[in-house]
């Protein structure tokens, strides 16, 4: 990350916008080499509040940066390259997050010679565990990768990938924190159905997925072996999983995943 001098800019400070912004600052970025572009005033007010940020217009937050984040749906993606195009030079780094967009949509609007590079960070992010992809564009060299894995890396692990991979990393681990949730939500819900008291039964949902997580992480042991482990012969778990498979949950999460990876392939086409 550039460590002084260099400004960053995030364009865009919603949901994601604001978690890159708080990783930053968590970090040890200082608020004076952070700009943002935040088109809703009342959004822009919040985040100066909060952070001591500089909220500024898309332009000069372009002007003023090294590094600018694009932090926008992938639907306004278009108006905004028309937007700052005009105050982008050679050598300055663009880093889209937007879900969908490639290299090649930004660089066919930008001038010719800024580096792009397309990311794809999650939500997680926001409690330093964050999963994030980077991919160069054409005039990324090494310093530009480096800088773009800096500034996803002060919130959790990136992974380079080349970037055909993208919509099937997009549909992994961005989407991917949503599947959990919703697992989470439905395991609550069962345990509300089985009786228990809503409290007792989210302290205990949420506490076995922090401790499945922490042993996969911390085992390394293959998902299979530990799913065995807890599996006794004609016990509760087998009895459990046979559900899971009649009901084809497996085969719901291939299509699920399928979809979102189908859904980014639209996104870049501006639907
Ligand atoms: N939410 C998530 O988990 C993830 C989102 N992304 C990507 O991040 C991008 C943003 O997503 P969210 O933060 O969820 O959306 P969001 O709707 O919460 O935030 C977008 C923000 O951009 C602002 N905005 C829109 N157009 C603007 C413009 N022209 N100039 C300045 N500000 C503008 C909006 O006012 C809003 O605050 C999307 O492209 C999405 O694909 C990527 C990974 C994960
Ligand atoms: O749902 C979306 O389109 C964005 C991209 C990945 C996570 N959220």
Do not use: W
Request: with cysteine.
């Amino acid at each position: 990350m550039t460590e002084s001098g260099g400004q960053t800019a995030i364009i865009g400070a919603g949901v994601m916008g604001e978690t890159l912004l708080s990783g930053l600052v968590r970090a040890g970025r200082r608020v004076d080499t952070l700009l943002i572009g935040e088109r809703h005033a009342e959004r822009a007010k919040e985040l100066e509040e909060r952070y001591g940020v500089s909220v500024v217009s898309n332009r000069e937050a372009t002007a003023r940066a090294d590094t600018v984040a694009l932090v926008i749906k992938p639907q306004d993606m278009a108006d905004l390259l028309a937007e700052i195009a005009p105050e982008l030079r050679p050598g300055q780094l663009l880093i889209s997050v937007a879900a969908g967009i490639t290299t090649d949509f930004i660089e066919s609007r930008v001038p010719e010679g800024v580096a792009v590079v397309r990311a794809m960070p999650n939500t997680p992010a926001l409690v330093d565990e964050g999963m994030a992809a980077i991919s160069p564009g054409t005039h990324c060299d090494e310093s530009h990768l480096a800088e773009a894995e800096a500034l996803m890396g002060s919130t959790g692990k990136v992974l380079r990938v080349p970037e055909k991979q993208m919509d099937a990393v997009t549909a992994i681990s961005g989407s991917g924190p949503a599947y959990i949730f919703f697992v989470v939500e439905s395991m609550i819900e069962a345990g509300v159905h089985l009786g228990l008291p809503r409290a007792s039964a989210t302290e205990l949902v949420v506490q076995t997925l922090v401790g499945s997580a922490k042993m996969l992480r911390e085992t390394g042991t293959h998902p299979t072996v530990l799913r065995e482990q807890v599996t006794s012969p004609g016990g509760t778990t087998a009895s459990a999983l046979r559900e899971l498979e009649v009901h084809k949950v497996r085969a719901a999460f291939l299509a699920a995943m399928e979809a979102a990876r189908n859904r980014s392939r639209e996104l870049a086409e501006g639907s």
